[in-house]
């Protein structure tokens, strides 16, 4: 079965500053994918980005970016000038194939508040 | 465009009482989740469906049932709700291509005295 660890229960950071959100996984595929995405306090799910485990470049998109070792099982999560308004939960998540389906195994969040 | 729409947004329970969780997509997507969402922790998938006609269990299927009625819609019902239920369950669903990136609903708050 496929694990994903986020070992950050909390993090704090001053604004405009840039953020790193670990997240380490565990799986014997070769083929999967690797999502983040941000609950703020609101409570919704918004999708922030994705890596499949073939692409060689690492995925970016606006202020997020993916570091993504391979070897090491990691998928970083970078946001660049933080904002006021990236303060909320930060879930990493795995794609597992199921029958006809692929699910997304999920970590269990990193609290990320920016102090102005 | 409304996307994934779940209902109710909030409820109340007694133990032992029967309830349905409402999900419909308008995304012509095909495969659709049940996911729980407990407080500190990330979310747990409970019953999937891959396409029209098919239900799979997930992580934590105990004390639930599903039914994918069509393509759009996708229940979730607790047949007698138990404390350890309480909680906030999404609906998502996906189109199974690409990177098959989930799109949630609101959540629905479901708690049980």
């Known amino acids: 079965a496929q694990k994903i660890t986020q070992t950050q229960p909390g993090m704090f950071v001053q604004e405009k500053e840039a953020v790193t959100l670990d997240c380490t996984y565990d799986t014997s595929d070769q083929s999967y994918g690797l999502f983040w995405y941000k609950q703020p306090s609101s409570g919704e799910m918004i999708f922030l980005i994705y890596?499949?485990?073939?692409?060689?470049q690492n995925a970016t998109e606006g202020r997020y970016s993916l570091n993504f070792q391979k070897a090491r099982k990691s998928a970083n999560l970078v946001i660049s000038a933080s904002q006021l308004g990236d303060s909320a939960m930060y879930f990493c998540a795995m794609r597992e194939l199921g029958r006809g389906a692929q699910k997304l195994v999920f970590g269990q969040g990193t609290r990320l508040t920016i102090n102005p | 465009n409304a996307g994934v729409t779940q209902t109710p947004k909030f409820q109340v329970l007694k133990t032992g009482q029967s309830m349905t969780l409402q999900c419909a997509q308008d995304m012509n997507h095909n495969s659709m989740y049940w996911y729980r969402q407990d407080p500190g922790m990330g979310l747990r998938l409970i019953y999937y469906s891959a396409s029209e006609g098919t239900t799979d269990k997930g992580e934590v299927p105990n004390g639930y049932n599903v039914s994918r009625l069509n393509k759009r819609e996708f229940s979730l019902r607790l047949e007698s709700a138990a404390p350890s239920q309480t909680s906030v369950y999404f609906c998502a669903s996906s189109e199974y291509s690409g990177a098959n990136v989930l799109t949630f609903g609101a959540g629905s708050r479901l708690t049980v005295l």
């Open positions: 890596q499949g485990s073939y692409d060689e």
